[in-house]
């Protein structure tokens, strides 16, 4: 069958690839010249965005890790104020029974 299909097709074969060649051959469309310049520019847009993005990505980093730092000062301090605070705390406890010991104690010596 094969045989008897190219018998057929031989004859007419160099014309065939005659009229296919310029469809394969066929050089691309030219560009004009003001979209090339749209190209470069659209390139350089995205270049820039992706260095404005990297650049973001640098600062994003650097501000993490300084409000990393900052909040662990900030837990420090926190934990010395609570600290100084209960000291506060038991010193105006101690005062206060103090004073009412020595208002009691006056009390007693103006009544003897």
Do not use: C
């Not at 094969?2 to 560009?31: D, N, S």
């Not at 310049?37 to 640098?58: P, T």
């Amino acid at each position: 069958m094969a045989a008897g299909w190219i018998t057929i097709v031989a004859p007419y074969l160099p014309e065939i690839v005659r009229l296919a060649r310029p469809i394969f051959t066929r050089t691309p469309p030219l560009i004009d010249p003001g979209q090339l310049r749209r190209n470069d520019v659209v390139d350089a847009q995205i270049a820039e965005l992706q260095d404005a993005a990297d650049q973001n990505a640098d600062s994003i980093g650097k501000l993490a890790a300084d409000m990393q730092k900052t909040i662990e000062v900030l837990q420090l301090e926190a934990a010395r104020a609570e600290r100084r605070l209960v000291r506060a705390q038991a010193l105006a406890i101690i005062a206060t029974t103090i004073a009412a010991l020595a208002f009691g104690l006056a009390a007693w010596a103006l009544a003897h």
